[in-house]
Nanobody
């Protein structure tokens, strides 16, 4: 089972990016999913999570009001729309799948971690 994030890149502060995550070899339509990030020299940080239905969402305080998580179960895809980006959003972003159906921010609830994609926001 593999999760692969894509869509990262270099963007100026105030700009937008949309990250995507695709899953291979199995479907995650019954699992909560989410995004974490890790900046150089910093601890891993929760970004956003979504339940299996795509209805219930939670966000980290630092991204509330700027980022939006969504999913398309028919396509087995997870998305993160990032607006009003700031230099402090610079990090490697990872998509994750939970053990259960709920979206959660607890790393202990995560079953699968994907390969990350680098987002760099210049000032």
């Amino acid at each position: 089972v593999q999760l692969q994030a894509s869509g990262g890149g270099l963007v100026q502060a105030g700009g937008s990016l949309r990250l995507s995550c695709t899953a291979s070899r199995r479907t995650f339509s019954n699992n909560g999913m989410g995004w974490f990030r890790q900046a150089p020299g910093k601890e891993r940080e929760f970004v956003a999570a979504i339940d299996w239905r795509g209805i219930s969402t939670i966000y980290g305080d630092s991204v509330k009001g700027r980022f939006t998580i969504s999913r398309d179960n028919a396509k087995n895809m997870l998305y993160l729309q990032m607006n009003s980006l700031k230099p402090e959003d610079t990090a490697v972003y990872y998509c994750v799948a939970s053990r259960g159906a709920a979206g959660t921010e607890r790393t202990s609830d995560m079953r699968y971690w994907g390969k990350g994609t680098l987002v760099t926001v210049s000032s």
